[in-house]
């Protein structure tokens, strides 16, 4: 996959057309998004015109870039980086802190993780690290550990949560397809080359894509953990308004028992 990010930092006007190819716009529909003539964009798109730091922020608004990757455009034009990119625990970001622990610890007995763009666990609650603790990890093979996995890594590798997921057959292409759509999305070299090597640890995909008819709205995925059968589905949720890269890479996955006999098996082992 070709990415913006592989363009020189320098060269604003090129890096610029990648991004609106990479998000297959016109030059009109861009300029119609960001507010700006047709003219004008070409112009910077070209070299004849330089564009201002409110013209780089406006523009990255209309695209849907990615902070981290806002901050090489403006890199581009000759600006200094506007984004931040602090750790969890840094002076400043304890409300953000504060309100991860309050998500994940209510959500109990279920399990839950917050998750950076690479898909490595940054947050878990209780029933998340007892989840990960019931899974023999083969760390010799992954690198996991229980206190520092990958989730992505984690239900591709083969000697991983892989091998307790029943219904892999249905559920492999999905998971591959949200994975490179991420990447896709984040326009980030790094992330594509990383997935993409989880994904080959996988092996050959099932030739069914899991995409026949469900009586359920969403396609749930089955695991055999400790010789129980257990029914899950997720839901992903995102900080709103992100103005420090951290905060903007962060993911929530929060499961969810697709079934009466997953509920009280969560219900029994949060005792």
């Not at 949200?178 to 326009?187: F, K």
């Amino acid at each position: 996959m070709s990415t913006p990010a592989a363009t020189a930092p320098q060269d604003f006007k090129a890096v610029c057309r990648r991004w609106r190819q990479h998000r297959k716009l016109s030059q009109l529909e861009l300029a119609l998004a960001a507010g700006v003539s047709q003219r004008h964009l070409s112009w910077l798109e070209t070299g004849r015109s330089q564009p201002s730091r409110e013209m780089v922020i406006r523009l990255s608004e209309a695209m849907e870039i990615p902070l981290r990757e806002r901050n090489l455009l403006l890199q581009a034009a000759g600006y200094a980086a506007l984004y931040t990119e602090k750790a969890l625990d840094a002076p400043g970001m304890e409300p953000i802190l504060e309100a991860l622990r309050h998500v994940l610890d209510h959500h109990d007995p279920y399990p839950a993780v917050a998750v950076d763009r690479l898909w490595n666990v940054k947050m878990q609650n209780r029933a998340a690290a007892k989840w990960f603790g019931i899974v023999p990890l083969a760390a010799a093979v992954t690198g996991q550990t229980a206190e520092d996995p990958n989730l992505a890594l984690l239900s591709l590798h083969p000697d991983g949560l892989r091998r307790h997921i029943v219904n892999w057959e249905e559920v492999a292409h999905a998971f591959v397809r949200r994975l490179r759509s991420e990447a896709l999305a984040s326009g980030d070299a790094l992330v594509h080359e990383r997935f993409e090597s989880f994904i080959a640890l996988a092996g050959p995909l099932p030739e069914t894509d899991g995409t026949g008819p469900s009586l359920m709205p969403v396609l749930p995925l089955e695991l055999d953990l400790a010789g129980e059968r257990l029914r899950l589905f997720s839901i992903i949720s995102t900080l709103g308004t992100p103005q420090d890269i951290t905060a903007d890479e962060l993911r929530m996955e929060a499961f969810f028992p697709a079934d009466a006999a997953t509920e009280r098996f969560f219900r029994a082992a949060s005792g």
